[in-house]
Nanobody
């Protein structure tokens, strides 16, 4: 069974940093785009950053220059380095990965989600 397990969330003060990690495990034969989403209370889930299999990255405007997405293909892990955090960054952060997997020896490509990790920025 394929799983994405996130770690690294927590409570920090404005201006501080956090690093989120998301590791995939299971019968995975290919890793395509990976990304981070977030959902604040009362708001829709939004895409924060993505990284393609070749390393190209994209960010929403509100995090450009503060967040950095990266990946380790050998470990099937995606990271989100968050710096200069602001209260408006407070949300549950979810990782997403489009993976090629084997299910009963049948290959398929689909999107998987992590369980979410809480990030709270408050003084």
């Amino acid at each position: 069974q394929v799983q994405l397990v996130e770690s690294g969330g927590g409570l920090v003060q404005p201006g501080e940093s956090l690093r989120l990690s998301c590791a995939a495990s299971g019968s995975i034969f290919s890793t395509n785009a990976m990304g981070w989403y977030r959902q604040a209370p009362g708001k829709q889930r939004e895409l924060v950053a993505t990284i393609a299999s070749g390393g190209a990255t994209s960010y929403i405007d509100s995090v450009k220059g503060r967040f950095t997405i990266s990946r380790d293909n050998a470990k099937i892990t995606v990271y989100l380095q968050m710096s200069s955090l602001k209260p408006e960054d407070t949300a549950v952060y979810y990782c997403n990965a489009r993976l090629g997997t084997l299910d009963n020896d049948i290959p398929s490509v689909r999107s998987y989600w992590g369980q979410g990790t809480q990030v709270t920025v408050s003084s």
